[in-house]
């Protein structure tokens, strides 16, 4: 996220519940991805240095499995087709409401358990 209020919210949200890592732009975001491998990834699209989309194919590369939330102010059906085609497995339309950022994220996880 390159926007600070729109973390500020985001953490507001998740904060207590999840370690948050904060990148900047794309590139950032393939970075901290390789030197931490989070549980989950809140992408933004539009951000500067690499979109949203380059900087989720090039995670995609390292890992198919991690999942990948799309975060973006578009909010038009098209949009949410174009984000899940291009590899992500979710997506929030801003401004973002708690309760369905949180349920969205409970649901990913949710399919990712895996039983022992």
Known sequence: EDNRSNFKLI???LGKDYHL???WNG???I???REYE???ILMDINMPVMDGYEATREIRKLSLDVPIIAVTA???ASDEQRAME???DGYMAKPISAP???QQIAAILQKRIILL
Request: glycine content about 4%.
């Open 11 to 13: 953490e507001s949200i």
């Open 38 to 40: 989070p549980q989950l």
């Open 27 to 29: 590139k950032e975001a």
């Open 31 to 33: 970075e901290l991805y």
């Open 21 to 23: 890592l904060h990148a």
């Open 74 to 76: 578009f909010a038009y």
């Open 100 to 102: 369905q950022l949180r």
């Open 86 to 88: 291009n590899g992500f």
